[in-house]
């Protein structure tokens, strides 16, 4: 058989010109160092002095200033005295055994609380299946119960609970033993309560608003996290990238990089050799120690650049605070200072900013642009600030809806926002509802 009408194949040799973007280990390094806040910077420098012999830090006279953020020791004999020194911060958990050791008990019964004790979550909660727990801890119900009750005698008055309405409860029984309905309404009524269901409550009830409104007030005095989370309780202190001061002798504001505890960095001239063996892996180095100058010099002038347009275009932030900032985003400055806008992006990633009036977050700055009813431009963060503003004024029996604050909006400020950018906005700034946010009117 005869196949017909298959062409014949044919190799042909043909000349293509294509463009490919390679990303070179430099650049990527390159992009990584632009993103580094100063302390990043920091110990990515000590890293390379570890990986490159030609490369040598050069400690400046007021590094033991620099932040310790984390530890990092430049010689490997030094040692910190500040790190002997007890912290005299205690775990609740460990307060909770020491309860535990003074309770007249057996030593069994001691082991199993101080199980129980360590499988707490951070807010003192036993949010753990009771089965599971029984299991682990080979006893029956009965026993579990009777531990149970020991962990919830300990204080703080509410840990051991199982949830947020068993803590209320214990810390009612505790401090108002006498108030049933306040009881009734943790028991029974939380999500109602939650939302503000006021007259829903009374009619089941058969209680006065006013009843309610007395209860109410009892149980907001009770705490719903009956241990504080160590992490929310810790104070956490940023070190600022950039200061911006005003001088008043020139009258205009100052940048300072607050880089001064970055070593210099120093060609190790003891590597030199003239061994053709060590030549290439020494020309090999010798270029990343000139890169790394080099990139370090330009995330300096790229940050600077940044800052002296945020000056000149946000003035009015610098002097009057968040209220006075104006729209501007990162292609606006990246076409003003002649760079990519990825680049502007990545060098105000994890960088923080000190002025007089407060720390920011560098990208905070930066806002979209929103339009007004007269053509005039705001900022997201001004409509956010207004936002709260209104909602801070507003009658507290009878709440603005999403609906309503947009319309005032529109009216008060010549701003035409939708109900669902108010809602998104409500919620970034944790503001609740309108039907959350409203008060009991008692008559």
Same mark, same amino acid.
């Given at each position: ?226 241990? *504080?989370?160590? &992490? %929310?309780?810790?104070? !956490?202190? @940023? ?9 008043? /002798?020139? #009258? ?120 007004? *009813?007269?053509? &005039? %431009?705001?900022?997201? !963060?001004? @409509? ?9 004024? /507003?009658? #507290? ?47």
């Amino acid at each position: 058989m005869r196949l017909q009408g298959v062409n014949k194949m044919k190799l042909v040799l043909q000349q293509k010109q294509q463009l490919n973007l390679v990303m070179t280990t430099e650049l990527r390094q390159a992009i990584a160092l632009l993103q580094h806040s100063t302390q990043d910077l920091y110990e990515y420098l000590k890293e390379q002095e570890q990986e490159n012999p030609l490369i040598e830090l050069v400690e400046k006279s007021d590094a033991y200033n620099r932040p310790k953020n984390k530890t990092i020791q430049s010689n490997e004999d030094y040692v910190n005295p500040l790190d002997f020194v007890a912290n005299k911060e205690r775990d609740m958990r460990e307060i909770l055994m020491e309860q535990v050791s003074f309770k007249q008990l057996s030593e069994e019964n001691k082991a199993q609380l101080n199980y129980l004790i360590l499988n707490l979550d951070s807010h003192g909660y036993l949010s753990f299946d009771e089965k599971e727990l029984t299991e682990q801890l080979d006893i029956d119900e009965s026993t579990y119960e009777y531990l149970i009750s020991i962990l919830q005698s300990l204080e703080p008055v509410g840990v051991g609970a199982r949830n947020l309405s068993d803590s209320l409860r214990i810390q009612l029984d505790y401090y108002y033993p006498d108030e049933l309905l306040a009881k009734t309404l943790v028991n029974s009524y939380l999500s109602e309560l939650a939302n503000k269901q006021w007259q829903a409550i009374s009619k089941a009830e058969n209680v006065s608003l006013k009843e309610i409104d007395k209860a109410f007030e009892i149980i907001k005095t009770l705490n719903p996290r009956p241990v *504080t989370n160590d &992490e %929310d309780s810790e104070v !956490t202190f @940023v070190t600022p990238d950039i200061i911006v001061e005003y001088d008043q /002798e020139i #009258k205009s504001f100052t940048i300072k990089l607050n880089d001064h505890y970055i070593p210099d960095i120093r060609f190790n001239h003891s590597y030199t050799n003239e061994d053709r063996q060590l030549n290439d892996y020494v020309q090999t180095q010798f270029k990343k120690y000139q890169w790394l100058k080099n990139s370090i010099e330009q995330r300096r002038s790229t940050i600077i650049k940044i800052i002296n347009v945020l000056l000149k275009k946000q003035s009015d932030f610098f002097n009057n605070g968040l209220k006075g900032l104006k729209p501007l985003t990162l292609k606006e400055v990246a076409n003003l200072i002649d760079m990519h806008e990825s680049t502007v992006s990545r060098a105000t990633d994890n960088k923080i900013i000190q002025t007089a009036l407060g720390t920011f977050e560098l990208k905070s700055l930066f806002s979209t642009r929103m339009q007004t *009813t007269t053509g &005039e %431009d705001t900022s997201q !963060t001004q @409509v956010k600030s207004i936002l709260e503003s209104m909602i801070k004024k /507003e009658d #507290k029996y009878k709440p603005l809806s999403d609906q309503k604050l947009a319309e005032e909006m529109k009216i008060t400020s010549g701003i035409k926002i939708s109900r669902r950018t108010i809602a998104k906005y409500r919620d970034e700034l944790n503001i609740p509802s309108s039907s959350k946010r409203k008060e009991i009117k008692i008559i």
